[in-house]
């Protein structure tokens, strides 16, 4: 019976095991200050350390601190908070298609202190768009930041531009990966026989 028990084991699973889970994958490289004045994007690649299968969704999590900037509004004379805006995209590399993702860090008109933020977000398909290039195990994550639209309706203008300090980002996946099985020499599936 353990015979039995022990090659069926290693007929269904020499090659790989399939199993559904999450991962996150740290982008060292998206890290630093963005300001309209100075740097406004970056990119980085990130590598997979298996292969997936099966890719469910992916997502972004950025964390930082924004400082609030200034805008000034004709009507009423105010002083408003001035906020930043994130567009992250993934190159689909195989249909040159673009996943994306867009966030808003408002300012708060309360106060004017620094804002913290830790917000994970989906990438959403524009055309349809699969994950199957990340088959091959790697990808390109661009982020690009701008200062939040102005509340033209009022007529305003910049006083201070925000700036943002992102200490940390990552890309999450929910997939399906491939987990290796050690290969065993005859002699090693012999004695496992025994």
Not at 26 to 32: F, K, R
Not at 74 to 88: C, E, K, Q, V, Y
């Amino acid at each position: 019976m353990r015979k039995i028990i022990v090659l069926a084991f290693i007929v269904c699973c020499s090659d790989s095991i399939n199993s559904g889970e999450i991962v996150q994958y740290e982008l060292p490289g998206l890290l630093g200050t963005y300001t309209e004045e100075g740097i406004t994007s970056r990119s980085t690649d990130f590598q997979f350390d298996r292969m997936p299968d099966t890719i469910y969704s992916v997502k972004l999590m950025l964390a930082g601190v924004l400082a609030q900037g200034t805008q000034f509004c004709d009507f009423g004379g105010i002083n408003a908070p001035l906020g930043m805006n994130f567009t992250s995209t993934v190159p689909d590399t195989i249909s040159d298609g673009i996943w994306n993702v867009d966030y808003d860090i408002e300012g708060h008109s309360h106060d004017w202190n620094d804002i913290e933020f830790d917000s994970t977000l989906s990438f959403i398909s524009k055309n349809d768009e699969t994950w199957e290039f990340l088959e091959a195990e790697s990808g390109i994550v661009v982020i690009h930041a701008s200062n939040m639209p102005l509340a033209i309706y009022n007529h305003c203008g910049v006083l201070d531009d925000p700036s943002c300090e992102i200490v940390s980002a990552a890309i999450i996946i929910d997939a399906d990966f491939q987990v290796g099985i050690e290969s065993l020499s005859w002699g090693a599936i012999k004695s496992l026989l025994r």
